[in-house]
């Protein structure tokens, strides 16, 4: 009867110890879903990433020259 007793302690000790996992677990998962829901602040995001070739931007090609001079109206 004795053996029996220390494997309802260590059954109860595991079922504690599972249970303070899963809450823990819980919480973190909560507080980063509150985060990841809050509402964006201008300047607290970080923009990543650059033009792949920004060499392209430096001579504009035709099409581009084109549609200049019509936004500015040298077409007419």
């Known amino acids: 009867m004795e053996t029996e007793h ?4 260590l059954l109860g000790l595991s ?3 599972m249970i303070w996992y899963v809450t823990n677990r819980g919480r973190a998962n909560l507080a980063r879903a509150r985060a990841d829901s809050a509402p964006a602040v201008a300047g607290d995001d970080v923009l990543e ?5 920004p060499e392209q931007f430096d001579e504009p090609d035709e099409e581009a020259l084109e549609e200049m001079a019509a936004l500015l109206g040298e077409d007419e």
């Open 15 to 17: 079922l504690i110890g």
């Open 6 to 9: 220390y494997v309802y302690i």
């Open 49 to 53: 990433g650059a033009a792949k070739n």
